[in-house]
């Protein structure tokens, strides 16, 4: 199971960290992907770490903004989130890349960024 954790309400412009902690199984072997559902839309894909060479990849949405980092000794993929946009409010999942399915997802931790 993954659970995230770190969302919060802040300000245009602000920051945040978004944490992805894993129990029962390593990190370690696995790509995360991060994704987010805003109200009323459909949940979309916003980043993911690589396990073989931590090579990171973004939405052109978030392009530039936000960096995705793995702390395997920690167990933890993290989400640094600058510069948020009103459009960046949602939940934000983490999952892991299970052969090419997206798998274990979280319970979302709230992103709300105020104008």
């Known amino acids: 199971q993954l659970v995230e954790s770190g969302g919060d309400l802040v300000h245009s412009g602000g920051s945040l960290r978004l944490s992805c902690v894993a129990s029962?199984?390593?990190?370690?072997?696995?790509?995360i992907g991060w994704f987010r559902q805003a109200p009323g839309k459909e949940r979309e894909w916003v980043s993911c770490i690589s396990n073989i060479d931590g090579r990171t990849y973004f939405a052109d949405s978030v392009k530039g903004r936000f960096i995705a980092s793995r702390d395997n000794a920690k167990n933890t993929v993290y989400l640094q989130m600058n510069s948020l946009k009103p459009e960046d409010t949602a939940v934000y999942y983490c999952?892991?890349?299970?052969?090419?399915?997206?798998?274990?997802w979280g319970q979302g931790t709230q992103v709300t960024v105020s104008s």
């Open positions: 029962g199984f390593t990190l370690n072997y696995f790509g």
């Open positions: 999952a892991v890349d299970n052969i090419g399915r997206w798998d274990y």
